[in-house]
């Protein structure tokens, strides 16, 4: 029996050694989460904490993240950035590792050229926006150097929106194609007054939605697409939720509403920002409609009869699934799917807010990441999460313009946000209260 009492004695004090060095190395872990001292002049949650991974590194724009945990970026040429003096320059493919483990990057490469926001890792390749064409290089985790590309898609648009981002399911492409105008007006007189929609908007035949292609075919043209989901103006922030891998984005909303006879007011917080979970043969509405956030609906557009309130050309339109204030330009939206920050953010999505330019007489607003909690079939409500990168359109904290366009979960569960005016590239960890 004293034999028996002994052993269980050591067997609890080994047990208890193993827990409390458990502990112990916790607290290490939490105390090793790479952290500038002041959160990279960002305001973020208790226990969060933010390093300038890279800056000054182009306009870098949507990310991906290898398996080794190597940050691959895809940066747009058509946009001002702070390293060229607020000059346009060229777009690149760029690595970016970190080494040391510190949340710097000690290794940036510019791969190819490239542009848009277009970037994904499947199928053993690396696919990149490249202008006018989808491209695709073989690609094994580390590697830094990338052969010649391959054409998947050419041909695409030049004209409206123009940012082309995709998602990877499996061998197909989800393609978000932006509309070419505002709301549907004739090309020469698109956003010049009260000019009313072409009634029926034969641009919804090769635009301003979801289009899927072949991921291993070569040499596509826009015409080999297969429309997925319609009426969508802009939806820069398509997104695969990993649970279920169906599609979801926030929607850039339509402009100039006091062209109309609404006010600056309505027309600076009208249309709200959706967020759409598409599904296949989905109408989400535009150009016939936009959401009203006095009516907390869709509304029939001024273009083709609307006065704010009555919907009669909305009746197969889909509700979005939440609601942002209008304007504040969502540029990317990310499922967190780790087990590094807190359990509330577990299944919820994350949403870059690049932030707007059209809501005079009030202040301008975005320029922000918001959490989404997703829980039991509830959406919302959101939060803030990463704020100060801008204030009002103007300089943060740091003195500089800083409007985020891309998110991405790293490897150990961190957050990646591309802000492609100041051309910083931020990581945000947790560290614990």
């Known amino acids: 029996m004293r034999t028996s009492i002994s052993r269980r004695a050591l067997s609890l004090g080994a047990a208890a050694a193993f827990v409390l060095a458990a ?34 590194v182009g306009a870098p724009r949507h990310m991906v993240v290898a398996p080794n945990g190597d940050l691959l970026v895809i940066g747009n040429p058509f ?16 690595l970016l590792r970190d080494a040391n483990g510190d949340g710097k990057a000690d290794l940036i490469m510019k791969l190819q050229p490239g542009s848009g926001s277009g970037i994904a890792l499947a199928n053993g390749y690396l696919y990149s ?110 997104t695969v939720n990993p649970r279920d891998n169906t599609l979801w984005a926030t929607m850039h909303g339509r402009d100039q509403l006091n062209d109309w006879g609404f006010t600056d007011d309505y027309n600076a917080e009208n249309p709200g920002e959706q967020v759409n979970h598409i599904l296949k043969g989905d109408n989400f509405g535009w150009p016939y409609c936009y959401f009203s956030t006095e009516e907390k609906r869709l509304v029939t557009a001024p273009e083709y009869g609307g006065d704010g309130k009555q919907s009669a050309r909305c009746g197969a339109a889909k509700q979005p699934e939440y609601v942002f204030p209008g304007h504040w330009a969502p540029n990317d939206m990310m499922f967190y799917s780790g087990s590094a920050f807190p359990a509330k953010y577990k299944d919820g999505a994350f949403i870059a807010f690049h932030g707007s330019w059209n809501r005079a007489p009030k202040p301008q607003q975005g320029f922000r990441v918001v959490f989404l909690p997703m829980k039991g079939g509830k959406t919302g409500p959101s939060e803030d999460f990463a704020t100060d990168f801008s204030n009002a359109g103007g300089p943060g904290r740091d003195g500089r313009i800083h409007r985020p366009t891309g998110l991405v979960q790293g490897a150990d569960g961190s957050l990646y946000i591309a802000d492609d005016v100041g051309g910083t590239i931020y990581k945000v960890s947790y560290r614990g209260k």
């Not at 112990?24 to 959160?39: F, K, S, W, Y």
Request: charged letters at 20%; glycine letters at 12%.
């Open 79 to 94: 946009q001002t950035n702070a390293e060229a003096g607020g000059a346009r320059t060229g777009g690149s493919l760029m």
């Open 129 to 238: 926006s490249a202008g006018t064409n989808i491209v695709r290089y073989k690609y094994a985790t580390g590697d830094t150097a990338l052969g010649p590309p391959d054409t998947v898609l050419t041909g695409i648009a030049t004209s409206g929106h123009t940012a082309y981002n995709f998602k990877i399911i499996g061998s197909t492409i989800y393609m978000n194609v932006g509309s070419r105008t505002n709301a549907c007006q004739p090309p020469d007189l698109d956003r010049k007054g009260k000019a009313p929609g072409v009634d029926p908007c034969v641009e919804l035949d090769t635009r301003a939605g979801v289009w899927t292609f072949d991921a291993n075919k070569l040499g596509q043209r826009p015409s080999d697409g297969v429309r997925f989901a319609t009426g969508m103006r802009n939806s820069v922030s398509l």
């Open 23 to 56: 502990a112990g190395a916790a607290r290490a872990h939490a105390r090793a989460v790479p952290c500038d001292a002041d959160n990279a002049s960002l305001t973020l949650p208790p226990g969060f904490c933010a390093t300038v991974f890279a800056d000054k």
